[in-house]
């Protein structure tokens, strides 16, 4: 595709920007993954309040719910330099086709009656193991289709549309759990639906047109070497070593936003989950603003600041879900943590893959999202036996700790600008 040429633009001149809405297959890409994500946040909001309406218990939901994310810790360094080898276009068709066939089968199986936690255990712990390799050609795919100069505002497009995606499946999915007379019914027709998006997902990544084979040397490489070229990567280099930590420290503290929210609604205010899936919406829109702004932020803080922002964004929110008297109080909450989510993510997105080689790009950022999904499923289970030990209330003020800790001390760690020179006599 050509870019064009500006007249009398100077050599050393950025690219003028593309026209994003002209590239056909970052389109078609980004509109697969908003289509997809809908169905995974309706079964992400779902899963938790099916096993809790089942079990009582908020340390079996967020148990079970953390399952998916397991695999991530046992197979994303194989999978880094797998991926490398594959084709990605086939390896995210296949993602999508397959998580289509798993959550139709359990749709089918909660519609036919069947009340079984371990089947419902089983799915989503294979659903994982086919989400690591997804995954990880799923997050190095633009470099394969866009200019590295696009990738920051391509990352910003991405996650409005992700925070679209997370007002619009909590309120899906209450409202097709509301469709069937008991729990188990309505989550079969939200599970089904999920199902749909997936299908329609990998059809939509059939029609891309780019090449995503691997080259050559890619496939040549002894798989041993390629993982171990690949973590010296990272160890030795300070930044991204760094950045990896915090953010999983981040994510442990992420993972529990919802379900902490979840269960104050039900432990202190006695919502249903319709009521639950709207306020949750009411909080996620915040996301889509938080994205518009993600451009400005980046310029303005650079990545460390935008973290400290988001720290701070996260603690704050926390604080204001603890003390709410009310449920209008603790989306007001839910609203700002979201806000900061799309800025924080899109910024070190973009940074991340601009302080990574091109051709480690699958390599590092698996070993940089495997300790980002590890913590979700920490989050997740030890959130929530804390939440049924201490309560809502008090879990949420020690995330907010756990927040602002990080902040701050990223940003002691944060390179500093080499002081001006100073002025002749």
Request: glycine content about 12%.
């Amino acid at each position: 595709m050509s870019l064009g040429k500006t007249r009398g633009r100077p050599a050393d001149a950025p690219p003028p920007p593309l026209d994003l809405w002209r590239v056909r297959d970052f389109v078609v890409l980004w509109w697969a993954q908003v289509t997809s994500r809908v169905g995974t946040q309706i079964s992400q909001f779902v899963l938790p309040l099916l096993v809790l309406d089942a079990t009582g218990s908020a340390g079996t939901a967020g148990l079970i719910t953390a399952l998916e994310q397991v695999p991530y810790v046992l197979l994303a360094i194989p999978a880094g330099a797998l991926v490398e080898r594959w084709n990605r276009r086939v390896v995210l068709v296949a993602g999508n086709f397959l998580r289509a066939g798993m959550f139709g089968l359990l749709a089918g199986y909660l519609l036919a009656g069947g009340t079984s936690i371990p089947a419902i255990a089983a799915t989503v712990f294979c659903s994982g193991v086919v989400y690591v390799f997804f995954d990880v050609a799923n997050s190095t795919v633009f470099p394969r289709i866009l200019p590295a100069h696009e990738l920051a505002r391509a990352t910003g497009w991405v996650e409005g549309t992700t925070a679209l995606t997370e007002v619009l499946g909590p309120a899906l999915g209450g409202a097709l759990v509301g469709l069937g007379t008991h729990a188990l019914q309505g989550a079969g027709y939200a599970f089904g639906v999920d199902a749909l998006t997936y299908l329609v997902a990998g059809l939509g990544v059939l029609c891309v047109r780019t090449s995503l084979s691997p080259p050559p040397a890619a496939v040549r490489t002894p798989l041993g070497a390629s993982i171990r070229a690949g973590v010296g990567h990272l160890l030795r280099d300070g930044r991204l070593r760094r950045l990896a930590l915090a953010n999983f420290v981040n994510i442990v503290a992420l993972g529990t936003v919802w379900l902490s929210f979840m269960a104050l609604m039900k432990s202190e205010f006695h919502l249903d989950s319709t009521h639950t899936g709207l306020l949750l919406a009411l909080g996620a829109a915040s996301g889509i603003l938080g994205s518009f702004c993600s451009g400005i932020l980046d310029r303005r803080l650079g990545p460390y600041g935008v973290m400290l922002l988001a720290g701070a964004g996260w603690a704050a929110g926390e604080l204001i879900i603890a003390a709410a008297p009310a449920p209008w109080v603790a989306v007001l909450g839910l609203a700002l943590a979201l806000w900061v989510a799309p800025p924080y993510f899109s910024t070190l997105y973009a940074y991340r893959m601009a302080i990574i080689p091109q051709e480690m790009h699958a390599r590092i950022n698996s070993l940089y999202r495997l300790l980002a999904q590890a913590g979700l499923p920490v989050g997740l289970s030890v959130g929530g036996l804390l939440l049924d030990t201490v309560g809502a209330r008090a879990f949420l003020l020690l995330v907010a700790a756990v927040f602002l800790a990080t902040a701050v001390t990223v940003q002691l760690r944060a390179p500093r600008a080499p002081a001006p020179a100073a002025d002749p006599p």
